[in-house]
């Protein structure tokens, strides 16, 4: 659905662990796999990059679950990947309510980046990764990446959110950063599993139309999940015109799920809804679509399916 997006990456030379004094503005932090959002997954069949499968065939609604959730890990793993190297460096200062990582470049990189950690309240922290031009000073510092968590343990905070702007890191370092566009992203966890939302605003490559989006993930420590995103941008045919879609997918421990999508407007023509579920081999056992102009297609036994109703 989106293309690959490249995203800020620090390599720094010596990264270690951060010393024990700095351990509990470290533990404020959110990672990658604090944001990861997981799709149904495990042995079956080999992926397909369509959606015209036939009974039996790679389910073409679990692919474009598959590759939503994998679009979005990159979009937003990114940034976690540097704000986690920034932190692994020694803190250049630490007090009692604020740490301090930075500034570091790489030799053959144009900025500068320094991490900086703020103790709000007891387990509550708001930290920041900012971003100058190597050839600037202590006043050209801008926010990449900011935002505030909640519940600060060995795991990781149980929530919070934060902003990236893919915009700066764009303008100060077009090679390393090729995305531009705003994000969004928030998250809650616990013993039942966790919750994560991302908004992209439009984020998108100098040659790509931009893409706004809106998707929610609800990860169960078993496996099973449920996915509903919104999202604007070149779903259909040439970038030229743009479509409107939603999707609303879930699945269980096994990994069989049902899909359920609309898109709108661009090179959809009428529009048009479909259903789909699949097996815990990610085989299509049902489909039916219904096409703007009142059409409508079925295959196979809607009984199969693992869920009765949509998730929306």
Avoid at 114 to 140: C, I, M, Q, T, Y
Avoid at 175 to 200: D, K, M
Wanted: negative net charge; aromatic residues 6%; proline residues 7%.
């Amino acid at each position: 659905m989106w293309k690959r997006l490249g995203l800020p990456m620090l390599v720094c030379a010596g990264c270690g662990a951060g010393s024990g004094s700095a351990e509990s503005f470290l533990t404020a932090l959110p990672s990658r796999q604090t944001l990861e959002v997981s799709g149904p997954s495990g042995g079956g069949a080999a992926l397909r990059g369509d959606s015209l499968a036939l009974l039996g065939e790679t389910a073409g609604l679990y692919v474009l679950t598959r590759q939503t959730t994998a679009q979005v890990n990159a979009i937003v793993g990114g940034p976690l990947d540097a704000l986690s190297a920034i932190a692994r460096t020694p803190p250049a200062a630490v007090g009692p309510d604020s740490a301090a990582w930075g500034p570091l470049t790489d030799a053959l990189s144009p900025v500068v980046w320094r991490l900086l950690v703020n103790r709000l309240g007891p387990a509550e922290h708001a930290f920041r990764l900012d971003v100058r031009p190597k050839s600037g000073g202590e006043a050209d510092f801008q926010p990449f990446l900011q935002g505030v968590s909640q519940g600060a343990a060995p795991g990781g905070p149980s929530q919070g959110t934060f902003s990236v702007d893919l915009g700066l890191a764009h303008r100060l370092d077009p090679v390393a950063n090729p995305a531009e566009g705003q994000v969004v992203a928030a998250w809650r966890s616990g013993s039942a599993g966790r919750e994560v939302h991302v908004h992209l605003d439009g984020v998108h490559e100098p040659s790509d139309p931009a893409t706004t989006a809106d998707l929610g993930a609800a990860l169960s420590p078993d496996g099973s999940g449920a996915l509903a995103f919104d999202v604007e941008g070149n779903l259909l045919g040439g970038a030229a015109a743009l479509e409107t879609g939603q999707v609303g997918s879930r699945w269980n421990a096994a990994g069989a799920g049902r899909a359920d999508a609309e898109v709108h407007g661009g090179d959809s023509g009428p529009g048009g809804l479909l259903t789909e579920c699949w097996d815990a081999s990610f085989a299509r056992v049902f489909f039916r679509g219904m096409g703007g102009d009142g059409s409508v297609a079925t295959e196979g036994d809607a009984s199969a399916c693992v869920f009765a109703e949509p998730l929306r």
